[in-house]
């Protein structure tokens, strides 16, 4: 039987990686109830970061033996240049590394320069590990379509080994500097027009600005706040809904980022829902008290009536439900549940429906297909190369307007900013200004 030590490092750390998510799901389902909130908050958030640590450790043995061992066994090793590139390459993988630990430690009203190159470095190990293990896979194709006859020289083997890791760190330098450079642009204003059956002609132009992962924490603070803010506002909307992952931090901690929200003056009212990294804070009771505050009402698994303006006979409903991985922490007192938050609001008048994640918004429908319009988020259509694919295909709906029946539509925010880190390669956050017709 082979012993732990006889393991090879990569096997050690997805064995690491097992203990973790396994000590994860036992003190969910044992321990939630006996520990005090904050000594639970810090023990999920550490287990988090230490799971993905241990994870990321696998790429990190493969990106180091591509970009620092390959040229080690070559002419390379013996140039000036080699020890500098060890050390950058080092120094990449644990700013990397060090990101998911930012949220314990390095949290303020903006954003300290370290948790925005320890992010930086993340996203570009992600970019990174997709290129080598691409070019890998291509070369491994190759290898084998080509079969064994002709052998190649040592030297050519040596230059095209080499020149793997070389285009792959070239591309991950390119494409980094684009997503950064995309990810510092205000958002893009998206008008959407949604036509909602049964709502009442009085309430025709109604206009609902949607906002959703702006994720107050480590790389996002008061400053691109307050720059949501204003561009909100200029845009004069009836209704403004935030649907989930405001922040990614205690309440108290980053209290000062969050004023600006005080500023929203939408007419007909602010409202928000609960994302899945709302309850990773264990912290949403404070939340809830503190966005009261500024005038947004949270909706928790309830509803209030939208009454025009121009009647007080004419309204529709406008519900929220709790994020549904409220009930994977086992989060008391929270949890989607959709009856107690549409209790009232009958197929008579226009459900419309906020929803943190696309999967929440596919069960609502098939329990209550009657309502009208749904409003989600969470997916960041991808947020960066080359995470879309998993965006994609774990999503009932993945980004934008979506027709489902005869009288419902799904739309899903690419996310108003972004999460962790501060890049954007094949999305672009947006703010939606969303303009409700009468049929």
């Known amino acids: 039987m082979i012993s732990f030590k006889q393991l090879p490092l990569e096997a050690k750390a997805a064995v690491v990686a097992g203990l973790v998510f396994f000590s994860m799901m036992l003190s969910r389902s044992y321990l939630a109830e006996q520990l005090e909130l904050r000594t639970r908050r810090w023990l999920l958030r550490l287990q988090m970061a230490l799971f993905a640590n241990a994870l990321m450790l696998i790429g990190s043995l493969h990106v180091w033996r591509s970009t620092v061992t390959t040229f080690s066994r070559s002419s390379a090793a013996n140039s000036f240049c080699f020890?500098?590139?060890?050390?950058?390459?080092?120094?990449?993988?644990?700013?990397?590394?060090?990101?998911?630990?930012?949220?314990?430690?390095?949290?303020?009203?903006?954003?300290?320069?370290?948790?925005?190159?320890?992010?930086?470095?993340?996203?570009?190990?992600?970019?990174?590990?997709?290129?080598?293990?691409?070019?890998?896979?291509?070369?491994?194709?190759?290898k084998f379509l080509a079969g064994r006859g002709a052998k190649a020289g040592t030297g050519n083997k040596n230059s095209r080994t080499a020149m793997k890791p070389v285009l792959a760190v070239m591309l991950t330098v390119v494409l980094t500097i684009v997503g950064l450079l995309n990810a510092s642009r205000p958002p893009t204003v998206n008008s959407v027009e949604v036509p909602v059956h049964k709502l009442p002609s009085s309430m025709n132009n109604l206009?609902?600005?949607?906002?959703?992962?702006?994720?107050?924490?480590?790389?996002?603070?008061?400053?691109?706040?307050?720059?949501?803010?204003?561009?909100?506002?200029?845009?004069?909307?009836?209704?403004?809904?935030?649907?989930?992952?405001?922040?990614?931090?205690?309440?108290?901690?980053?209290?000062?980022?969050?004023?600006?929200?005080?500023?929203?003056?939408?007419?007909?009212?602010?409202?928000?829902?609960?994302?899945?990294?709302?309850?990773?804070?264990?912290?949403?009771?404070?939340?809830?008290?503190?966005?009261?505050?500024?005038?947004?009402?949270?909706?928790?698994?309830?509803?209030?009536?939208?009454?025009?303006?121009?009647?007080?006979?004419?309204?529709?409903?406008?519900?929220?439900?709790?994020?549904?991985?409220?009930?994977?922490?086992?989060?008391?007192?929270?949890?989607?549940?959709?009856?107690?938050?549409?209790?009232?609001?009958?197929?008579?008048?226009?459900?419309?429906?906020?929803?943190?994640?696309?999967?929440?918004?596919?069960?609502?429908?098939?329990?209550?297909?009657?309502?009208?319009?749904?409003?989600?988020?969470?997916?960041?259509?991808?947020?960066?190369?080359?995470?879309?694919?998993?965006?994609?295909?774990?999503?009932?709906f993945f980004v934008g307007l979506y027709k489902v029946g005869q009288n419902t539509f799904v739309y899903v925010s690419p996310g108003t900013m972004y999460f962790g880190i501060p890049m954007r390669l094949g999305s672009r956050a947006e703010i939606t200004e969303i303009i409700l017709r009468s049929p």
């Open 83 to 142: 020890i500098p590139w060890k050390i950058a390459v080092f120094m990449f993988l644990a700013l990397a590394h060090s990101s998911f630990f930012t949220l314990l430690f390095l949290v303020a009203e903006e954003p300290y320069f370290f948790s925005l190159a320890a992010y930086t470095c993340l996203g570009a190990y992600i970019i990174l590990i997709f290129f080598l293990f691409t070019l890998g896979s291509v070369e491994q194709a190759y």
């Open 207 to 396: 206009k609902v600005v949607l906002l959703s992962d702006i994720h107050l924490g480590p790389t996002v603070g008061k400053t691109k706040l307050a720059m949501i803010v204003r561009m909100v506002k200029a845009l004069k909307p009836d209704i403004t809904v935030i649907v989930g992952d405001l922040t990614d931090s205690e309440a108290e901690v980053i209290r000062p980022a969050v004023e600006p929200l005080g500023e929203l003056n939408s007419p007909l009212g602010t409202y928000f829902v609960t994302g899945n990294h709302e309850y990773y804070t264990s912290d949403v009771s404070n939340w809830f008290e503190l966005l009261k505050s500024f005038n947004i009402q949270p909706l928790h698994n309830e509803n209030v009536k939208i009454v025009s303006p121009k009647s007080t006979d004419d309204w529709f409903c406008l519900a929220g439900v709790d994020d549904i991985e409220a009930d994977v922490l086992r989060y008391s007192g929270h949890g989607m549940d959709l009856k107690k938050a549409l209790r009232d609001c009958s197929s008579e008048h226009a459900i419309v429906l906020l929803a943190h994640q696309p999967v929440a918004a596919k069960w609502a429908l098939q329990e209550r297909p009657d309502i009208n319009l749904i409003l989600s988020g969470h997916t960041h259509g991808g947020q960066i190369f080359p995470l879309h694919a998993g965006a994609y295909f774990l999503n009932p």
